[in-house]
Nanobody, 126 residues
Framework: QVQLVESGGGSVQDGGSLRLSCVLSGKTFTDYCLAWFRRAPGKEREGVAAQSPDRRTTNYQEFAAGRFTISRDNILRTVYLEMNSLKTEDTAMYYC???????????????????WGEGTLVTVSS
């Protein structure tokens, strides 16, 4: 059983920065793709960014490119989402998720991720 625990959410002003963290336990960290998703009030959940176990492949949703950075520390078993130049429309619950990578498979966040954290709330005010 994979367990994911997020932290780092909070309230910031427009233009501010936050770094989210997510620790994975229970399984071999380097077997898993890791991704961040978010769900804004009244909206569908959407992918933000995803990264392969070897960190060679990273995908970003268009709104995240250039402002957000996903990274992972395979020793600390942690995935991060560095968010800069935050906007009010970035207000959402942010979730990390894990997907076991099969040989020849992909970590793209449009694919099904099987394991989820409970989320951490990010609020951006003007």
């Amino acid at each position: 059983q994979v367990q994911l625990v997020e932290s780092g959410g909070g309230s910031v002003q427009d233009g501010g920065s936050l770094r989210l963290s997510c620790v994975l336990s229970g399984k071999t960290f380097t077997d898993y793709c890791l991704a961040w998703f978010r769900r804004a009030p009244g909206k569908e959940r959407e992918g933000v960014a995803a990264q392969s176990p070897d960190r060679r492949t990273t995908n970003y949703q268009e709104f995240a490119a250039g402002r957000f950075t996903i990274s992972r520390d395979n020793i600390l078993r942690t995935v991060y989402l560095e968010m800069n130049s935050l906007k009010t429309e970035d207000t959402a619950m942010y979730y990390c998720a894990a997907r076991k990578l099969s040989p020849g498979g992909s970590c793209f966040f449009g694919l099904t991720y099987s394991d989820w954290g409970e989320g951490t709330l990010v609020t951006v005010s003007s």
